[in-house]
């Protein structure tokens, strides 16, 4: 269910997100940025749920292990 709302912005900004997101986009771009403010707001608590999984854990670590080799190989 989507809820109309009316909100207050300098008219430079709005002329800047008319221009570069359009007209018909500028609600979901806001609500874009804004979800993971107001959805998520305990993100410690999600990283440690995250920590928690063994199997996810012992994946990452091996992504990483396996890929920390790549950068020796770059030019500076």
């Known amino acids: ?3 109309k709302l009316t909100i207050t912005m300098d008219e430079q900004v709005y002329e800047g997100l008319y221009q ?3 007209p018909r986009r500028i609600s979901r771009f806001i609500e874009d940025l ?3 403010h107001v959805l998520f707001p305990d993100l410690e608590a999600a990283y440690r749920r995250m920590a928690a999984d063994e199997k996810r854990e012992a994946e990452a670590l091996e992504w990483a292990e396996a890929t920390v080799g790549d950068v020796n190989d770059e030019t500076r």
């Open 1 to 3: 269910m989507q809820t």
């Open 20 to 22: 570069v997101i359009g």
């Open 34 to 36: 804004v979800r993971p």
